[in-house]
């Protein structure tokens, strides 16, 4: 069974330690701005991405000079952005994808593979993009490494896995350690919240569990909160890129089968950075300091002003709220997987799939209703609490008593949250293509798994972003349907969209480049389960090298001018600014490793990736001497 669950009756007792899940109250300072409009950055995070440009043009500098483009004088481009006081030094993000323990650790290989502290990153040419970045991105499980290398300071991913040790089972822990403990005791933190007057869903449950792994001793992170993030010493020195989380809120119209509720598709997100929560274009859009998320809000100020809600942000509570998938899992385990296809439904009985030489059908992430069952009545025992209260993630409503606006309802008391996967988006780019961040170049790394016959990819999330970047009126690049990913092999190989500005939806270069990195076997099968509760240190490391070679196309043994690209793309949309051309170099690669826009939307079969670097070496016979945990 995927989860075992001890039901137990929670005994209502204040823990004696100083470390507690529940917030705590103070009194509402006087002088502080609640509610920030949304259109433009924050001043807070303005200034500090201010001192992050700083750090980054070095550390882009080295990186131009290591990878040798030709015909491009690195230091005139360096003087050039300082000369502008380093507004046009290129603003870089990494978006993680949904995906669960599938895209947590093949996204912390792509982090790994760009990370200039890790040996043999800056030989083959791409170490050292990482220090270039300013901007990383998560929901679901892309949100666990977004939260674990910002929780652990920053470490390089060699270093932060001795730490996360992912060999442990979160779930089925039978004595407590400072890694892992049992699902009563887990339970017995979420009482501690409860007690506290606040409300406690299944998100807190997973969120504690996933606490123990991602963040830090003691009592899994209880001594951090996201707002405390800007404390670390690597955010103070702006060496480590600004992590967001992205949240999906339901609304009155959203669609309800058996009593529980899915987010309409393509929907505004709400995106939690250590400086705030909020979100752009939402009904309600605005911000508050991530300080204060928790405290009950009227009308733009808190309801008593004697009453304001610290150490609600804690990052595992956050973890679990842009990962809160259980009302998806339990529709559709209801439903047999007619309904909500966020599930991950297995598809292994079908013969058609039993076939393939290359892989095999490894995950099955539809929780089994046993389990949920389970954890329903854990929760009802304990708390006294029902399926509809504990489904999704409830945070309170800063915009709580605000006047709806024209075609709205009005704000709830509470917001409902959900893994934002749900509405179709799972890869979180929302956030980072708001035009206020003025994103050069966003690198999606994709491992939702869309291509769901074998667990690949098939590009549908980037599409997706794409239809309703255009309906919103965002600056994103064109992107094709899943047909065409698949016929011109972008579902396995590194591509680029939006070189050409007029491939865009705003038509000219305010539209950031995205990088589409789909998870896909270059010396590892790493398409295993997105549920899987425990990863041995070789299947890891498995899974970091297979990384790496993807964004090093084996280190140039498959596309010899693929490294250069990446450098070019890095540049591209800041040379104009500063009186720069695009080299022929970079225009030759862009011919080869952009997007046309030629469409191919011609019948797909399954998605069926052999091994890059070695084409011959079938799943089966690999699987032999590279066992992977499949749930």
Known sequence: MLLIFVLVAVAYAANSSSLTY???????????????????????????????????????SAYLERLGLEDFDVGKYTQALKECNYAHVPTIGFAISGGGAASAFTGAGGLRALDARIPGTTKERVGGLLQSISYISGLSGGGWPTVGFASYDFLNADAIIDQWKPELNRFTATNNSE????????????????????????????????????????????????????????????????????LCVLEPNDIEYFGLELPSPNKSFWEATPFEFGNWDGPTPGFIPMEYMGTPFNNGSPANAEVCVQNFDKPSFLMGAAAAAFGAWYIGDKSNGTLAAFPKRSEAADPAFQSHTHSVFKRFFSVPLVVLDGLITAFQQSFGLDLTQIAYNSIPNPFAGMAAQPGQSRPPTNLSTVDPAESGQALPLWPQIQPARKMNLLIAWDDDEDAVQLNWNNGTNLHNTYLAAAAAGLPFPIVPP????????????????????????????????????????????????????????DEVRAVFVNS?????????????????????????????????????????????HCWDGVEDDGPTGVVDLPLALDPGLGFAVWNLTHPFVSD
Not at 211 to 236: A, C, D, H, Q, V
Request: net charge neutral; with cysteine.
């Open 22 to 60: 529940a917030p705590t109250i103070v009194s509402c300072p006087e002088t502080q701005q609640w509610i920030r409009p949304a259109g433009e950055l924050s001043a807070v995070e303005a200034q500090w991405l201010y001192g992050r440009k700083r750090v980054v043009l070095d550390a882009l």
């Open 179 to 246: 890694y892992a403990i049992t699902t009563t005791s887990i339970f017995e933190e979420l009482a501690e919240k409860y007690e506290a007057g606040f409300n406690v869903t299944a998100a807190d449950f997973f969120g504690r569990a996933w606490g123990y792994e991602f963040t830090p001793p003691p009592r899994g992170g209880l001594n951090l909160t996201w707002s405390g993030i800007t404390n670390m010493p690597s955010f103070k020195n702006f060496t480590m890129p600004l992590p967001i989380l992205e």
């Open 482 to 537: 899943p047909a065409t990913f698949i016929h011109r092999n972008y579902t396995a190989r590194p591509v680029l969209f939006g070189c050409d500005p007029n491939l865009t939806t705003t038509g000219d270069a305010r539209s950031p480049i995205v990088l589409y990195a789909a998870n896909a076997p270059y010396s590892a099968y790493t398409n295993y389960s997105a549920a899987a509760q425990a990863l041995g240190r």
């Open 548 to 592: 790496l070679n993807l964004l090093t196309q084996g280190n140039g043994s498959l596309s010899a001018d693929w490294v250069a690209c990446l450098g070019c793309a890095a540049v591209e949309r800041s040379l104009a600014k500063v009186g720069m051309r695009t080299t022929e170099q970079c225009a030759a690669c862009f011919r080869n």
